[in-house]
């Protein structure tokens, strides 16, 4: 058994736009919340579709760099004060849906917010850098709009590129887009096997070269992926909460199974301003999981080795 919970002070994987706290939400909606955002705030299970309605929703108030900091803010206020070494965030964004699909704010704005946000983190000691969020049902033309908004203009605080959303496009169409963005100086990462099968992580790491993972859960369906993450040290971005959420199949997490198959796994929150949680909470959740611990100790070293937050090129 277990003998203590260690928490990291790091969060590996966080979105902008998710990580409003609900009481922000509420005071700045113009109009009502929808039944679906109550429904994740009560802790309730609800479609992937009806998830994204009220990440959008969320998202469209991210209207100003003031609106844009607080939910820097909210993101640093929940890492847990009594975590052991260093503290950052991977935090993930979507400019192109903030500001050429929805037409919310202006590029600047939001480079201004985050940068505010990001001077607010390093005045508590937490290091943040944002990984930029291109949706895969959109297309890859999606990801080349993304591409074209900010090559001219990268701020230093941009460390990587990803996909996100619907596991839609096979990522081997997506290959020229991560290549761009490498050309680009950015890391590379995919939302890969959580609302898709686990062929898309094998996919995703071998036609689209990518050597991180986000949530990756469908891979404990076959012993041949879980291999695979392991032999490539794939870094695996795992928030525990938000996929036994949204990936309802799960009767239990696969975080034990994961980590068994030697998968380097670490964790994140996802987007706890819509499916509420913390840090402390998910290390909490592994804890409880894992039963083991140097399995928490693995946890641990691959939350902080693998952090682009700390690990910049």
Same mark, same amino acid.
């Given at each position: 058994m277990?003998?203590?919970?260690r ?6 994987h *966080? =979105?902008l736009?998710?990580?409003?706290d609900?009481?922000w939400?509420?005071s =700045?909606?113009a ?10 705030w009560?802790?309730?299970? @609800?479609p992937?579709t009806?998830?994204i309605?009220s990440?959008?929703f969320i998202?469209d ?7 844009v ?6 993101v ?8 052991d070494?260093?503290?950052?965030v ?8 903030l *500001?050429?699909?929805?037409?919310v704010l ?15 983190a390093?005045a508590?000691? @937490? /290091? @943040?850098v944002?990984?930029?969020? &291109?949706v895969?049902?959109?297309g890859?033309e999606?990801?080349h709009?993304?591409?074209? +908004?900010? &090559? ?15 596991e839609?496009?096979p ?9 761009r &963005?490498?050309a680009?100086?950015l890391?590379?990462?995919a =939302?890969?096997?959580e /609302? ?11 036609e689209a =070269? ?9 891979? &404990?369906e076959?012993?041949?992926?879980l291999e ?12 525990i909460?938000? /996929? ?39 290390w ?20 902080i080795?693998?952090?682009?937050? +700390? /690990?910049?090129?």
């Amino acid at each position: 058994m277990f003998s203590k919970v260690r928490p990291t002070r790091i969060d590996r994987h *966080v =979105h902008l736009e998710g990580s409003l706290d609900p009481d922000w939400v509420r005071s =700045h909606a113009a109009s009502s919340v929808p039944d679906s955002l109550e429904a994740l705030w009560r802790g309730e299970a @609800v479609p992937f579709t009806s998830f994204i309605e009220s990440f959008f929703f969320i998202t469209d108030l991210l209207t100003s760099a003031d609106a844009v900091r607080s939910a820097v803010n909210a993101v640093v206020g929940r890492i847990p004060a009594n975590g052991d070494g260093p503290s950052g965030v991977d935090l993930w964004c979507s400019p192109q849906t903030l *500001v050429v699909d929805r037409k919310v704010l202006k590029l600047d704005e939001l480079w201004k917010g985050i940068e505010q946000g990001i001077a607010d983190a390093n005045a508590q000691g @937490v /290091n @943040v850098v944002l990984i930029l969020d &291109a949706v895969n049902n959109f297309g890859i033309e999606n990801g080349h709009t993304l591409l074209d +908004l900010v &090559a001219n203009d990268l701020p230093p605080f941009v460390a990587g590129f990803s996909t996100g959303g619907l596991e839609r496009v096979p990522f081997r169409q997506w290959a020229p887009v991560f290549d761009r &963005a490498r050309a680009l100086g950015l890391r590379c990462a995919a =939302h890969a096997g959580e /609302n898709g099968p686990a062929s898309n992580i094998r996919e995703a790491i071998e036609e689209a =070269h990518l050597n991180r993972i986000v949530h990756a859960v469908r891979a &404990a369906e076959d012993p041949s992926i879980l291999e695979l993450l392991a032999e490539k040290k794939i870094a695996v971005d795992v928030c525990i909460t938000s /996929n036994l959420a949204l990936v309802p199949e799960l009767a239990r997490h696969p975080l034990k199974t994961m980590m068994d198959a030697g998968v380097r796994c670490a964790l994140g929150t996802d987007d706890p301003g819509l499916i509420v949680t913390n840090l402390g909470n998910e290390w909490q959740r592994a804890a409880e999981l894992l039963e083991c611990d140097a399995c928490m100790e693995r946890l641990y070293e691959n939350s902080i080795s693998d952090a682009w937050c +700390l /690990n910049k090129i």
